[in-house]
């Protein structure tokens, strides 16, 4: 594969699962880490068209089959400026969402802190427009700058289309930065909302094993992790991947999983709710790769 000259970097043959939170998934042929923006837009404007093109952020939500990605892969993880501006602040898409609530805490800003303790990305935030039962970040987003991968134009777009669980960002582009509305408070009173969502966390999320979080939307009027327990899924197990003890929704690596393992398992979970109840989960995850 020709690939343009950049000042980032092109990582070959690069294994998935080094860097997914699931640690399943095969290689990818190459991971594009632009060095800054202009990087990346140099890169689209020379690549070959045919190379096909899929962008990750931390993988936090998503599963890479055992097959891997034929292909470009790029990861933003050096764009990461951040503006502060009057009553908004302006972050580059490839800030971790952690990192940035941590930033807006010490400068005294309240924007997305209900968020806190969800290992993304600014930009898979976006695309997923991820939240909690009381919060999601389109409540605070102003507009999200999006670049095509085709053309290199960047168009801005708002708030509008976001759905729950489902940022609906266009085909074709990647999020590069967005503004979110901000207000001062003091950071104590910050620092406290954040202890608290931690604590709850630990007490009822397996977040500290190696899993993607939510594997299924809640449909509507239902919690998906009811439905899972009632149909008789919890700590059922395919290979290493198992439906967690502590909360029914999250799938866990417990060592050697593959890809495929946690693929099957989220199937059989489906099948057995879908007739238990006559409902079919809808996958929040993201599964993507070769099959
Ligand atoms: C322990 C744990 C707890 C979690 N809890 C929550 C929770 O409470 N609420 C919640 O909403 N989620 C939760 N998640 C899921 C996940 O962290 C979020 O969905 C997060 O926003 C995904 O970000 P990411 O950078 O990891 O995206 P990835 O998983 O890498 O990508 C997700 C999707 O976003 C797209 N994408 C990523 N970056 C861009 C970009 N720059 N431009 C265009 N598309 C892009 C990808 O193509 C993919 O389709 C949890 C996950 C874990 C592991």
Redesign the pocket.
């Given at each position: 594969m020709k690939l343009p000259k950049i000042k980032g970097q092109y990582l070959y043959n690069f294994n998935i699962s080094k860097i997914s939170?699931?640690k399943v998934g095969g290689i990818c042929d190459v991971l594009y880490i632009p060095y800054d923006i202009n990087d990346l837009i140099y890169f689209i404007r020379n690549k070959d068209e045919n190379i096909p093109i899929?962008?990750?952020?931390?993988?936090?939500?998503?599963i890479v089959t055992d097959k891997g990605i034929r292909g470009i892969c790029i990861s933003?993880k050096n764009l990461s400026n951040i503006k502060i501006l009057d009553n908004t602040i302006e972050v580059e898409?490839?800030f971790n969402?952690n990192n940035f609530i941590q930033f807006c805490i010490n400068n005294n800003i309240s924007c997305c802190e209900q968020?806190y303790?969800?290992?993304?990305?600014?930009?898979?935030?976006?695309?997923?427009?991820?939240?909690?039962p009381t919060f999601?970040i389109r409540e605070v987003l102003e507009n999200t700058k999006?670049l095509n991968i085709s053309n290199c134009n960047i168009i801005n777009i708002d708030s509008s289309k976001m759905m729950y669980?489902n940022?609906n960002?266009p085909n074709n582009?990647?999020?590069?930065s967005c503004i979110l509305k901000t207000k001062y408070k003091d950071s104590n009173n910050l620092k406290e909302i954040i202890k608290n969502i931690v604590k709850k966390?630990i007490e009822t999320?397996?977040?500290y094993?190696n899993?993607?979080?939510?594997t299924f939307k809640n449909p509507i009027g239902y919690k998906a992790w009811q439905l899972i327990k009632e149909s008789g899924c919890c700590g059922m197990q395919i290979g290493a991947a198992r439906v967690s003890d502590k909360h029914c929704n999250?799938i866990i690596n417990e060592g050697n999983a593959t890809a495929n393992d946690v693929i099957q398992l989220i199937q059989l979970i489906q099948e057995k709710v879908l007739k238990n109840t006559g409902i079919l989960l809808e996958q929040?995850?993201?599964i993507?790769g070769e099959n």
């Open positions: 939170f699931m899929t962008i990750i952020g931390n993988l936090s939500n998503t933003l898409c490839g969402l968020l303790t969800i290992p993304g990305t600014i930009g898979g935030a976006l695309a997923m427009n991820a939240g909690t999601e999006l669980r940022g960002l582009y990647i999020a590069i966390r999320q397996p977040i094993t899993t993607c979080g939510s999250f929040e995850v993201k993507i």
